[in-house]
């Protein structure tokens, strides 16, 4: 399976974005992965952001984006969705997609053998 993420963007403090990340593969293999989103902003490292499980109802969140945002997938579309609301200034970062033949997703970016390329998120105050 092979990742692509999308949706990044310039937006104002306070508002949305929703990312997608997209497998190229069946509906079928991509639902035996488990997803996750990570961040990272310059000079810092890699941080978990949110993980979802194959099934699509276990969820898991960093601590500082939980209540804004939200992971979901559609395992029919082979997309995985994170939507981004109250974004602060602290959320810019590069976000990656990375997927784990797991049933459940981990916080540890080494759990991944597969990634996507990044796409900018820029939240101007």
């Known amino acids: 399976v092979q990742l692509q993420a999308s949706g990044g963007g310039l937006v104002q403090a306070g508002g949305s974005l929703r990312l997608s990340c997209a497998a190229s593969a069946s509906g079928r293999t991509f639902s035996q992965y488990a997803v996750a989103w990570f961040r990272q902003s310059p000079g810092k490292e890699r941080d978990f952001v949110a993980g979802?499980?194959?099934?699509?109802?276990?969820?898991i969140y960093l601590e500082s984006v939980e209540g804004r945002f939200t992971i979901s997938r559609v395992n029919a579309e082979n997309t995985v969705y994170l939507q981004m609301n109250f974004l602060k200034p602290e959320d810019t970062a590069v976000y990656y997609c990375?997927?784990?033949?797991?049933?459940?997703?981990?916080?540890?970016?080494?759990?991944?053998?597969?990634w996507g390329r990044g796409t900018l998120v820029t939240v101007s105050s």
């Open positions: 979802i499980g194959r099934r699509g109802y276990d969820t």
């Open positions: 990375a997927a784990d033949r797991a049933l459940m997703a981990g916080r540890e970016d080494s759990s991944y053998d597969v």
